[in-house]
């Protein structure tokens, strides 16, 4: 059987709500089934979401992804879906994942800044970017990580996943707790 890859992009139809665990809940259902599926299919690759865009990575036997592709493309959490990459391989670049999850990262946020790009809108991608993204998937760590799911660039280049409301209450909260811990602590 020959193996091939799969790259397409398209655009969310649900409203994107807060982040559940660092991840959206339309999205954390999508990863659900399909690392369960992906894994029975033999089928690996990656995931990005930000902007109410999608980016999907596929990679395994030929037939196996077309059937998956098929299947994602009836999905109606989105629309305006278009391949950016179709063509076979002849060896696996995910071995690790059946469906890798990839928020917001700093990575993406330099090579949307390099190229120039005011919002993630992958069915805009050339080759070369296309590429680029799927590298940046694969090549993915816990570092960097920020959750973006409203679309809104100021917010793609905050450095802090906390809100600075909620932030700005830990800290009094923590000066408060110091506070009373030597006030006690004379009192003894």
Not at 146 to 154: I, K, P
Not at 159 to 175: F, Q
């Amino acid at each position: 059987m020959s193996l091939m890859r799969l790259a397409y992009a398209s655009e969310a139809t649900f409203a994107a709500k807060p982040a559940e665990k660092g991840v959206e809940p339309n999205v954390a259902r999508i990863l659900m089934v399909s690392r369960r599926n992906n894994a029975k299919s033999e089928i690996v690759g990656g995931l990005y979401y930000g902007d109410d865009h999608f980016f999907q990575y596929l990679e395994g036997e030929e037939e196996a992804v077309r059937e998956l592709y098929d299947r994602i493309a009836r999905d109606d959490r989105h629309h305006n879906i278009s391949i950016l990459l179709e063509e076979p391989i002849k060896n696996r670049t995910f071995t690790n994942w059946s469906m890798k999850y990839v928020p917001l990262s700093s990575d993406v946020n330099r090579f949307l800044d390099t190229e120039g790009m005011e919002a993630f809108v992958p069915s805009e991608f050339n080759r070369d970017q296309c590429e680029e993204m799927i590298r940046l998937i694969r090549d993915s760590s816990d570092s960097g990580r920020v959750v973006s799911h409203d679309g809104v660039r100021n917010r793609r280049n905050r450095e802090s996943v906390i809100p600075g409301g909620i932030l700005a209450g830990l800290i009094a909260a923590g000066v408060f707790l110091v506070g009373a811990m030597v006030y006690v602590g004379t009192m003894l």
